[in-house]
């Protein structure tokens, strides 16, 4: 039954016991080093030596939060009466935007009480999340690569991994149905459009996606931080319109990437009623919310500004076109796409070695620093990730720089 996604009733029992080991010393003692940190090292040392590194490693935008809703931000933050205690759920004001939104772009229909939690980013709504519908032990299926937090929350939660190659939209449902044949999963966690590979799917692929969940009860999970970043007229669809009922699925949408406010940490779980509750329950123990101005800021972003990420989008595509034309020169295959803010592609065949001694190696001859493909699991081996970051002459530059690397080895 669909039920078994109701938060856990564990308080002040044995089963509170062993929740609260999935947080303990060894959890996070088992936890490998986060493989960027080598980038990020020698990164800070070069800029201390006075080198200017150009970092389009770190996927973190640097386009402005649209003027209106700094203003808002501003305006609201003069009012006292906004400096209390929010609500971990969020305001009303901001689920009731998220709920017109998604009638009015995927018409889709959410109840802002029953489907709608704002969260603090996709990474915190993700992870607590699972701890709120997952039991330890309980099989979730994620794709490899996948940004690093797919990777592991499931583990802060006390669920077991089983990871499927995604480099192929239709190999990953082919290799999901085996396993589905042979193993109970408690959850499938996707991510489309995808971080790292750039993949993008169709609604049949939710559709055959759906079935599966239906047929072998399942919940669904889309991380769809990246919903707003697409560039040929083709938004990319929503799990949601595959499943409006919200059966077996829950999407997480971020303001991140597409209205360009990383730093004010806002994001949705929507969708499923069951879930949506359980995690609104286990976040009333933990947060009281985003700071409630920016809240109010963000409900004028989903409001009025329609029309913001398709200039984001049209910045990013413009890079990206630079970035490809200069990778396929220096001989990467580079993966077709159009959404994300990245470029993802295979290191040329002469390259022998792997795709962290490949980043290391181009952040010491040029001084630009790329996302090796193995930080973002073993299937990323032999790729890298370029995130679209820095203006066009920045880029210019980034690439120019990268030519001395690849004169050296022709």
Known sequence: SIKRFQYKEFLFTDRYDSFMTNFSNNLINDF?????????????????NGRDVIDLGYGNPDIPTHSLVVDKLIESAQNKKNHKYSVSKGILGLRSAMKNRYKRIYDIDLHEEDNIVNTIGSKEGLTHLLMSVLDKGDNIVIPDPSYPIHHFAPLIA???PIKIKCLDVDQFLNDLTEILNTKKVKVVLISFPHNPTTLTVTQEFYDRLVFLARTHDFLIVNDFAYSDVFFEGQRPPSLLNSD????????LYSLTKGYSMAGWRVGFALGNKEAIQSLTKLKSYIDYGTFQPIQIASAVAINDLDSYPLEVSKTYKDRRLLVVENLEAFGFSVYASDATMFVWAKIPDFYEKKSMDFSLEILKTSNVA???GIGFGSEGEGFIRIALVENKQRIRQA???????????I
């Open 32 to 48: 490998p080093e986060y493989l960027f940190n080598k980038i990020n090292t020698q990164k800070l040392e070069a800029r201390k």
């Open 399 to 409: 690439m120019k720089n990268m030519q001395i690397f690849f004169d050296d080895k």
């Open 158 to 160: 006390g669920g077991t």
């Open 370 to 372: 790329i996302s090796p």
């Open 244 to 251: 409006k009922e919200f059966s077996h699925s829950v999407e």
